[in-house]
């Protein structure tokens, strides 16, 4: 079916992070899959300044184009937690006795990445969302409780593509694709 003028997203099929270097780029070997990703919500948002005086808004200014972003899965990948925290993972031992042990030390700091989500359209293909230079600057949850599963769940901003070796200045893309395409 050709790409029409509306898409009818459903779904969450797909969310992957993936870890930016320090030099801007995309560190993809190292891109880690959200498991059993429930949300993945967004909000264009922009905090604006205004002049107001003589009982009326003179003028007001953006401060600059963001993301908010709340990301929840399901139980709990130490690699997830890696990209979003900073820290280190360890893994020691031998079957049947492995560990992996994740670790943050208060000298570490939260790390950007970027996330990218899919869902499926009724219209036909699927739509991605790819929010750029992400960082988790909210809360990072779990909970344990008895009777129900882990979830993970984080809350940050996107900032924009605006640094590294060839910024593009993209702050959010959606892509949307005719046949469906798995998040590469």
Not at 16 to 29: E, H, Q, S, V
Request: glycine share 12%; with cysteine.
């Amino acid at each position: 079916m050709p790409l029409t003028g509306n898409t009818l997203p459903f779904g969450l099929r797909d969310v992957k992070l993936t870890p930016i270097k320090t030099d801007g780029t995309l560190d993809t070997a190292n891109k880690v899959d959200l498991p059993a990703a429930r949300t993945f919500s967004f909000t264009d948002a922009e905090d604006f300044e205004t002049l107001e005086g003589d009982d009326s808004t003179a003028a007001s200014h953006g401060k600059g184009p963001l993301v908010e972003w709340d990301l929840e899965g399901g139980g709990l990948s130490l690699d997830v937690w890696k990209v979003l925290s900073g820290g280190t993972i360890t893994q020691t031992g031998t079957t049947p006795a492995q560990k992996a042990t994740y670790t943050k030390l208060v000298t570490d700091s939260r790390p950007y990445f970027q996330v990218e989500g899919q869902a499926i359209s009724d219209s036909g293909g699927d739509v991605h969302c790819i929010v750029y230079r992400c960082k988790a600057d909210g809360n990072l949850e779990g909970s344990f409780e008895n009777g129900s599963f882990m979830l993970t769940a984080a809350s940050g901003h996107g900032f924009g593509d605006t640094v590294g070796l060839t910024p593009t200045n993209k702050l959010y893309d959606f892509v949307r694709n005719e046949a469906v395409t798995a998040i590469v």
